[in-house]
């Protein structure tokens, strides 16, 4: 199946409903305007269809390799990493005095959308890069953004986020890797690492390691981590390679899917280090890099969704049995099935809204650091905030049930391999766990992000609904707009409740307990919010006399179809929102087990 990226459903996405247009008035991107944003979308669209989709398979079927201390990149990888990097796609967003193009941050994700869709697994290795290429600029030294940035932006070096111990996952506070004094200003690196994506590779001549561990006096737990430097070279004075440090993979997992990607068993044996940023403070500097890695896995799984989808709407147009209830026709195309169709609309607007959520958080991002004033500066990266954990666990969740969808719309056939439905659903899967599971992005979202102002985001982000909702009778009437002011209800009153609980003495169980359904009941409304501003825009455009009409039309019809299948569900979302703690604590072992 030939992917073909998304271009037009991608700008609509960044203009129409993230308001990239909101970016570009803030004047911080000077070389941005809307012709670049087409021809960034064009560029990357057919990189990705040209080169990276047709290694996807073969990135399958053979994998990276493991030999003699190092890992080599699966068939045709380094040659396209190499080519990634000529065209400057490590540094759209990086900063000029780096040597990036200083672009919006969510024209960055957009283009990298169609990478992760056309071959995930290569994905992940730039995608990390542009994570440590934030941390840097954000917590480096003078030093170390010299020597390191500017080789990150230009993507002759690649960067790997080192956090995940065997007994210290989620739980970093566990982690026991050591950084001692060396006396010079460096420090030895000392501890084993595990599920390091990229960690080892053949496509560039170094990699930047940034690693958590102790230092010698470093007080227990979370507060006794800081964060270091490591590169697979050490690097001299006049910026050419020396003597390789010490540090190597001792093996990759063999994993269910990305095959392609080296998750690598990294052992440091005395490595040479550089302190980034405070000691002691490495947990914060490095959420820097993970949330940044966290909006991109969003990304991820709208990349993956769309192309699980392309792959299934391909095959339903081809495959033919049984009448058409519509047409007559005798052995019609599948897609003129009820269900079918049904399902592949369902598709079609979760992706959609998948897109524009990660996409408006991208859009949030850039305003919390570029907007005019210090109140919408605020409120920006208050939005950015609340939407990171949405973006990245909700948009996941797609990832894995479209292509899940894919695989069914198949039938038999999507469960053998030669067809290409299953690699999608083996390559999704792994999105909801890394980076933070969905289930911790919940906790986050409830923990933190909801209360962190006082709830007054949350409230922002109702108050905008309320303002869509307002305009929606113009081209609804009837069960699309009472489905989407219920779901707004359902939203506001599971908001008010977890702050109320959040609130009480005996509150955390409640909160802990409603953490998994309040993040999809925010993305399901949040989405739907996103679909109806889409609508409202089409209808604009339809009015002037602008626009394909067809397509146009198919936005108003989408809303619809999410509004039918996934905003009538909020009632149920809210239920288990209230279900509580104590309901939960008598699941206990004994009855789960008996």
């Given at each position: 199946?030939?992917?073909r990226a998304p271009v037009r459903d991608i700008a609509f996405a960044l203009q129409a409903?993230?308001?990239?247009?909101?970016?570009?008035?803030?004047?911080?991107?000077?070389?941005?305007?809307?012709?670049?944003?087409?021809?960034?979308?064009?560029?990357?669209?057919?990189?990705?269809?040209?080169?990276?989709?047709?290694?996807?398979?073969?990135?399958?079927?053979?994998?990276?390799?493991?030999?003699?201390?190092?890992?080599?990149?699966?068939?045709?990888?380094?040659?396209?990493?190499?080519?990634?990097?000529?065209?400057?796609?490590?540094?759209?967003?990086?900063?000029?005095h780096a040597g990036g193009q200083q672009l919006p941050k969510a024209l960055e994700l957009?283009?990298?959308?169609?990478?992760?869709?056309?071959?995930?697994?290569?994905?992940?290795?730039?995608?990390?890069?542009?994570?440590?290429?934030?941390?840097?600029?954000?917590?480096?030294?003078?030093?170390?953004?010299?020597?390191?940035?500017?080789?990150?932006?230009?993507?002759?070096?690649?960067?790997?986020?080192?956090?995940?111990?065997?007994?210290?996952?989620?739980?970093?506070?566990?982690?026991?890797?050591?950084?001692?004094?060396?006396?010079?200003?460096?420090?030895?690196?000392?501890?084993?690492?595990?599920?390091?994506?990229?960690?080892?590779?053949?496509?560039?001549?170094?990699?930047?390691?940034?690693?958590?561990?102790?230092?010698?006096?470093?007080?227990?737990?979370?507060?006794?981590?800081?964060?270091?430097?490591?590169?697979?070279?050490?690097?001299?004075?006049?910026?050419?390679?020396?003597?390789?440090?010490?540090?190597?993979?001792?093996?990759?997992?063999?994993?269910?899917?990305?095959?392609?990607?080296?998750?690598?068993?990294?052992?440091?044996?005395?490595?040479?280090?550089?302190?980034?940023?405070?000691?002691?403070?490495?947990?914060?500097?490095?959420?820097?890099?993970?949330?940044?890695?966290?909006?991109?896995?969003?990304?991820?799984?709208?990349?993956?969704?769309?192309?699980?989808?392309?792959?299934?709407?391909?095959?339903?147009?081809?495959?033919?049995?049984?009448?058409?209830?519509?047409?007559?026709?005798?052995?019609?195309?599948?897609?003129?099935?009820?269900?079918?169709?049904?399902?592949?609309?369902?598709?079609?607007?979760?992706?959609?809204?998948?897109?524009?959520?990660?996409?408006?958080?991208?859009?949030?991002?850039?305003?919390?650091?570029?907007?005019?004033?210090?109140?919408?500066?605020?409120?920006?990266?208050?939005?950015?905030?609340?939407?990171?954990?949405?973006?990245?666990?909700?948009?996941?969740?797609?990832?894995?049930?479209?292509?899940?969808?894919?695989?069914?719309?198949?039938?038999?056939?999507?469960?053998?391999?030669?067809?290409?439905?299953?690699?999608?659903y083996r390559d999704a899967r792994i999105a909801p766990i890394y980076e933070g599971t969905?289930?911790?992005?919940?906790?986050?979202?409830?923990?933190?992000?909801?209360?962190?102002?006082?709830?007054?985001?949350?409230?922002?982000?109702?108050?905008?609904?309320?303002?869509?909702?307002?305009?929606?009778?113009?081209?609804?009437?009837?069960?699309?707009?009472?489905?989407?002011?219920?779901?707004?209800?359902?939203?506001?009153?599971?908001?008010?409740?977890?702050?109320?609980?959040?609130?009480?003495?005996?509150?955390?169980?409640?909160?802990?307990?409603?953490?998994?359904?309040?993040?999809?009941?925010?993305?399901?409304?949040?989405?739907?919010?996103?679909?109806?501003?889409?609508?409202?825009?089409?209808?604009?455009?339809?009015?002037?006399?602008?626009?394909?009409?067809?397509?146009?039309?198919?936005?108003?019809?989408?809303?619809?179809?999410?509004?039918?299948?996934?905003?009538?569900?909020?009632?149920?979302?809210?239920?288990?929102?209230?279900?509580?703690?104590?309901?939960?604590?008598?699941?206990?072992?004994?009855?789960?087990?008996?």
């Amino acid at each position: 199946m030939t992917y073909r990226a998304p271009v037009r459903d991608i700008a609509f996405a960044l203009q129409a409903v993230a308001g990239i247009d909101h970016v570009a008035a803030t004047g911080a991107f000077p070389d941005y305007d809307t012709d670049v944003l087409g021809a960034v979308l064009e560029a990357a669209a057919q990189f990705s269809e040209g080169v990276l989709a047709p290694l996807n398979r073969i990135g399958d079927q053979k994998g990276s390799t493991y030999a003699n201390g190092s890992v080599t990149a699966a068939p045709g990888f380094a040659d396209a990493y190499r080519q990634f990097a000529a065209g400057g796609w490590t540094g759209l967003s990086a900063p000029a005095h780096a040597g990036g193009q200083q672009l919006p941050k969510a024209l960055e994700l957009a283009a990298y959308e169609t990478v992760h869709a056309a071959n995930m697994a290569f994905g992940l290795c730039p995608m990390l890069s542009l994570a440590a290429i934030e941390a840097l600029e954000a917590h480096g030294t003078p030093s170390q953004k010299e020597i390191y940035l500017s080789k990150l932006v230009s993507g002759e070096w690649t960067g790997a986020m080192v956090l995940t111990e065997p007994q210290a996952g989620s739980d970093l506070g566990a982690l026991t890797a050591t950084a001692t004094p060396n006396g010079d200003g460096t420090y030895a690196l000392n501890g084993q690492k595990i599920f390091i994506t990229w960690g080892d590779h053949d496509a560039t001549d170094n990699i930047v390691h940034m690693v958590l561990a102790r230092l010698p006096d470093a007080p227990p737990g979370p507060k006794g981590i800081s964060l270091f430097l490591a590169s697979k070279y050490l690097v001299k004075e006049d910026g050419t390679l020396g003597d390789r440090n010490g540090f190597r993979p001792v093996g990759v997992e063999h994993k269910l899917g990305i095959h392609a990607s080296p998750t690598c068993v990294m052992a440091y044996e005395g490595a040479t280090a550089e302190l980034v940023g405070q000691p002691n403070q490495g947990l914060a500097h490095m959420f820097v890099m993970m949330n940044a890695a966290r909006l991109a896995v969003g990304v991820e799984g709208v990349g993956i969704a769309e192309r699980a989808y392309q792959h299934a709407l391909a095959y339903a147009s081809e495959r033919r049995q049984g009448r058409s209830v519509w047409t007559g026709e005798a052995n019609a195309p599948i897609i003129d099935h009820p269900d079918v169709r049904r399902t592949l609309s369902v598709m079609k607007a979760k992706i959609a809204a998948a897109r524009a959520i990660c996409l408006s958080t991208g859009v949030a991002a850039d305003l919390a650091r570029h907007a005019a004033t210090e109140g919408e500066r605020r409120r920006w990266k208050g939005r950015e905030d609340l939407f990171t954990p949405i973006a990245k666990a909700w948009s996941t969740d797609v990832g894995c049930e479209v292509a899940s969808a894919g695989v069914q719309i198949h039938g038999g056939m999507g469960f053998i391999e030669e067809t290409g439905a299953a690699q999608h659903y083996r390559d999704a899967r792994i999105a909801p766990i890394y980076e933070g599971t969905n289930g911790i992005q919940a906790m986050d979202l409830v923990g933190r992000k909801l209360s962190m102002d006082g709830g007054q985001s949350a409230r922002d982000l109702i108050a905008d609904m309320k303002i869509t909702l307002a305009r929606l009778p113009r081209l609804y009437s009837g069960k699309p707009v009472e489905r989407f002011a219920a779901a707004i209800t359902a939203v506001e009153d599971a908001t008010l409740w977890l702050l109320d609980r959040k609130a009480a003495a005996d509150g955390a169980a409640d909160v802990l307990a409603a953490a998994d359904a309040y993040l999809k009941l925010l993305g399901d409304v949040a989405g739907g919010w996103m679909l109806a501003q889409g609508a409202l825009y089409a209808r604009d455009q339809l009015d002037g006399g602008q626009g394909d009409p067809t397509w146009l039309e198919g936005k108003i019809t989408l809303y619809e179809v999410y509004a039918a299948n996934v905003l009538g569900h909020a009632s149920s979302r809210l239920a288990a929102v209230g279900q509580g703690g104590s309901l939960l604590e008598r699941m206990s072992l004994d009855v789960l087990a008996g």
